[in-house]
């Protein structure tokens, strides 16, 4: 059991380079991890393929911001395989509730096709997870997020591990060493998840394509 854990206590251990994940949605144990190497992503500075540009110019797509949070959370936790239990959804759910958990919501008219969550700490914003409905539903909604950090002022987009997935994405991974330095760095930046509308596609392509 791990009643222990507050939401206080989560951010302490973020701070320190240590996140929390259990085996399965089933599991109420919760595991700390503290890898080697780490996962992260240029804030501002995704790469956005050429397909994926006339995707998204083609689309109707939109974003939104922590407009809907719990069924981004419960979208990602619904899977075959998740390390999401009922305990870290009730965290992540009072970190919102305190501004330090968000979530970006990609939307074609009023269904929900794709979506990112996350902590954030100072300038740093620690990506959980994403997941999609419809083909580059999650892409859409880093590209989207990207920009969106960068506005907001972050500089450290922590993506705890890395993948295939996020290296082409422009995705890096640097050791722990190098990460504890950029999160150090990351905390003393005093910046706000920012609220409010953000750009439609058309818009969004043109800054990616002057920072990417």
């Known amino acids: 059991m791990t009643s222990w854990l507050t939401a206080e206590r989560m951010l302490t251990a973020y701070s320190r380079g240590i996140f929390p994940m259990a085996e399965s949605a089933s599991d109420r144990q919760l595991y700390w991890f ?22 998204l110019r083609g689309s109707d797509w939109h974003a939104t911001v922590d407009q809907a949070f719990e069924r981004v959370v419960l979208a990602c936790a619904n899977r075959d395989e998740t390390w999401i239990n009922t305990e870290l959804r009730d965290l992540y759910r009072t970190l919102h509730r305190l501004g330090h958990a968000h979530s970006l919501e990609v939307w074609q008219g009023d269904d929900l096709v794709g979506g990112v969550f996350g902590l954030s700490l100072g300038g740093a914003f620690f990506a959980e997870s994403m997941f999609s409905r419809q083909p580059n539903g999650s892409k859409a909604a880093l590209i989207w997020l990207s920009d969106h950090l960068r506005r907001s002022g972050f500089t450290l987009w922590d993506t705890q591990y890395p ?9 890096l991974t640097i050791d722990r060493q190098d990460y504890l330095a950029r999160l150090d760095h990351a905390l003393t930046v005093k910046t706000r998840f920012l609220q409010g ?6 818009a969004l392509l043109q800054v990616t394509t002057q920072t990417s």
Do not use: C, K, W, Y
């Open 34 to 55: 503290d890898p080697d190497e780490r996962g992260i992503l240029p804030v501002g500075g995704v790469h956005v393929s050429r397909s994926m540009r006339r995707f």
């Open 163 to 171: 993948n295939p997935h996020l290296a082409t994405m422009g995705g």
């Open 197 to 202: 509308p953000l750009p439609d596609a058309q």
